[in-house]
């Protein structure tokens, strides 16, 4: 019996061990580490590797397009590299080792953006402290599934309920925030830092407290990938009725379900919508489309002007686009505002200029923010953060 139990004793211990492999394979190797004056030091083990770089948004005034530092290689094997002193961001980056793109194996932390994934750190003290998780009341992130009878299937969509929604008993605004193309119902609560911006802000008394609702815009997936019944499918760039009106055409759908089972303000005056790139595009649609239904409109780097395939797509959406514009400046509305960087696009850029030139033309009024850099994150979170501070007031 003694012996018995000695064997699954030693058989347990066995497979824990195998079990647990990865919880005792700790890295040694301290990477990114953020040294004093805010510069960053990367590091990783490659004995056998030729050549090794870093790249990513690793430059303040440069990140519109990935930057490429070489790396050095010292007698243990070991690859590094210092960046010069960065600003106070959110930073994306990856490894390339002999031609194959690796995240940095020392930092469990990373976002999936399309297929790719990537590491990421920040640097504290200046606004990338809206993006970190500070010692607030914090809000909850649920991801929900709804009937969408325009789609003919469930659907996924993520929202925020600002703290004390649970026990408050009132009825809130609500935001609805469209990612760009190639992204879905987790992009903004990623990349976006979403829920960290506006549990910080609402620390601050910057804004009002409101739910926020994560739309999926592929309008041909159920969810974002691995998250839907087609399994772990290879995430892609673009998918069938990207930006053919569909989406816009089934948004009611999305409102339904929000306002039938969440305490919301279910008026005009309680409700604004806002979308980078693809999801700008689809704001300015949907708050055409229906033209009293929003008071608050965002366009973020809004993709106005582009079309995929080169044509506009046959659909009640993008029909009488003036007539609608018209009708919605009729109609009245608190906020148009769009934010765009100096080195968009020019596509997109070009776009929002002949966009804003109608509104003038038709005498709306709306405000405009542009700021360095181009189609970016770092744009698109500094846009939230403007943006959601002018909302139901």
Do not use: C
Not at 205 to 231: F, H, L, R, Y
């Amino acid at each position: 019996m003694r012996r018995l139990f000695l064997q699954v004793f030693l058989g347990l211990v066995t497979f824990s061990a195998f079990a647990q492999q990865d919880l005792f394979n700790e890295n040694p190797i301290v990477s990114p580490k953020i040294n004093p004056d805010h510069s960053v030091t990367f590091q990783v083990k490659a004995p056998a590797a030729s050549q090794v770089s870093v790249s990513g948004s690793l430059d303040g005034e440069k990140a519109f397009a990935p930057i490429t530092y070489e790396m050095v290689k010292n007698e243990e094997g070991v690859w590094s590299f210092t960046t010069p002193v960065l600003p106070s961001e959110l930073y994306r980056y990856h490894f390339i080792i002999d031609g194959a793109r690796s995240t940095d194996p020392g930092n469990a932390y990373a976002i999936r953006d399309v297929g790719n994934l990537s590491s990421i750190f920040i640097i504290e003290g200046g606004k990338a402290d809206h993006y970190k998780v500070q010692q607030v009341a914090h809000g909850t992130v649920a991801f929900r599934w709804y009937d969408s009878p325009g789609n003919g299937k469930m659907r996924r969509l993520g929202v925020y309920t600002p703290p004390g929604y649970e026990t408050s008993g009132e009825n809130y605004p609500v935001l609805y925030l469209l990612h760009g193309i190639g992204g879905d119902e987790e992009a903004w609560t990623g990349s976006g830092r979403a829920a960290e911006i506006f549990d910080n802000l609402l620390a601050e008394g910057k804004i009002k407290p409101m739910i926020v609702v994560m739309t999926n815009g592929n309008v041909s997936q159920e969810a974002a990938p691995g998250k839907g019944s087609d399994g772990f499918v290879k995430p892609t760039f673009m998918l069938p009725h990207t930006m053919d009106g569909k989406f816009e055409e089934t948004f009611v759908d999305v409102m339904t379900f929000v306002e039938g089972n969440y305490r919301t303000q279910a008026t005009k005056e309680g409700r604004a919508i806002a979308g980078l790139s693809m999801g700008g595009f689809h704001t300015a649609n949907i708050s055409m489309y229906y033209p009293n239904t929003f008071d608050y409109i965002g366009l973020f780097s809004s993709a106005l002007g582009v079309r995929p395939g080169g044509e506009t797509p046959n659909s009640a959406v993008y029909q009488n686009q003036d007539e609608k514009l018209k009708l919605q400046r009729d109609n009245g509305y608190k906020l148009y505002w769009m934010g765009m960087g100096v080195d968009d696009m020019p596509m997109i850029f070009n776009g929002n200029k002949d966009f804003r030139k109608k509104m003038d033309d038709f005498g709306m009024k709306y405000e405009y923010l542009e700021t360095e850099g181009g189609h970016t994150w770092n744009n698109w979170r500094d846009y939230l953060v403007v943006f959601s501070q002018k909302l139901f007031k």
